[in-house]
């Protein structure tokens, strides 16, 4: 890898909300400031850098607070909440990436970009809604929910019950081109938070905004692809990526080809509710010209690129 490499940093909705917390503006910069350590060491290294974020928690709440106020305030759609968070958070992101520049005497711009992804109107998982959002709740807190609200809910492999919303497949970031313009002039960029504000092309070749979120890692894969990336790198809350996770086989890997990969995802090896999106984003990733994926935990970003830690998935069969 030259120092020109490009980075795609997918950060885990742990990186600025973490489970068993309030989940407070407080506690989400702390979280935030603790994880651009690991983004500035890798920046320190040359690589031009591109951060991505989930929002699941944020626009979970989100959500809350809109249900809660809809006597007094008017309805705000899924969509407008995902452009909601995506500034947010990027302001949070940026502010603490400003600021840690700042003290570590590094000469480095940053832009943070609502973004815009494009979906298929016709995807299946409008009709079957799969990707968990909010809160977690015990079961009988969750069909009360799902009777009042008319909420689809799941249970979260033993976590507890979630929100379910339609999460289409994405197929290209609209503002791909001004990305690769800002990493070209050395800016680092926040992007394709919360996977995008789901968007699609009217036959009159408007866009339009559809209630759905957008998985961020697939979306980073394909905004990775799109740039030219030749890293991907998706932090979790795990160090490694586990085979027969939670059994008493379970065993960590550090190295996996795409097509053990592929085989281990066919097997399921790799829950929908967990690992499962996470693979599936790497595995399109390399399969559309980008080099490896790395997958760890914040903690160990910065060691990880550098082969050590975390779980590499490389392109070679």
């Known amino acids: 890898m030259t120092s020109e490499e490009t980075v795609v940093l997918a950060l885990g909705g742990n990186a600025i909300s973490q489970e068993g917390e309030e989940g407070n503006i407080y506690q989400q910069f702390t979280n935030t400031r603790r994880s651009m350590d690991a983004v500035l060491d890798i920046v320190a290294m040359g690589k031009k850098v591109l951060i991505t974020h989930g929002n699941g928690p944020q626009v979970g709440n989100e959500l809350i607070r809109v249900e809660s106020a809809l006597s007094v305030a008017p309805d705000i759609p899924l969509g407008v909440l995902v452009g909601d968070t995506q500034g947010g958070m990027g302001y949070m992101i940026e502010q603490c ?8 005497g590094m000469d480095r711009q940053t832009a943070c970009l609502i973004t815009q992804t494009l979906v298929d109107p016709a995807d299946p998982s409008f009709r079957d809604p799969d990707k968990f959002v909010g809160r977690f709740y015990h079961e ?23 929100r379910v919303v ?15 313009l800002l990493l070209d002039r050395d800016i680092l960029v926040v992007a394709a938070g919360g996977g995008g504000v789901p968007v699609y092309l009217e036959d009159n070749g408007w866009l339009e905004g559809v209630d759905a979120v957008v998985d961020k890692d697939l979306a980073s894969a394909v ?14 809350g795990v160090e490694k990526v586990a085979l027969d996770f939670a059994t008493p086989q379970q065993r960590f890997v550090d190295r996996l080809t795409l097509q053990e990969a592929r085989q281990y995802l066919k097997a399921g090896q790799f829950p929908a509710g967990s690992m499962g999106p996470k693979i599936r984003a790497a595995i399109r990733f390399l399969e559309n010209g980008g080099r490896r994926v790395i997958i760890t935990s914040i903690e160990k970003a910065s060691a ?14």
């Open 97 to 104: 990436l400003v600021n840690m520049l700042h003290d570590r």
């Open 140 to 162: 009988a807190e969750a069909r009360e929910i799902m009777s009042e609200r008319g909420w689809r809910m799941k249970e979260d492999k033993g976590r507890g019950w979630r």
């Open 166 to 180: 339609p999460s289409p497949q994405p197929l290209s970031i609209l503002q791909k081109d001004i990305i690769r």
């Open 223 to 236: 905004l990775g692809n799109e740039i030219g990336a030749q890293t991907l790198m998706i932090l979790t």
């Open 304 to 317: 990880a690129i550098s082969g050590d830690g975390g779980t590499t998935l490389l392109a070679e069969d």
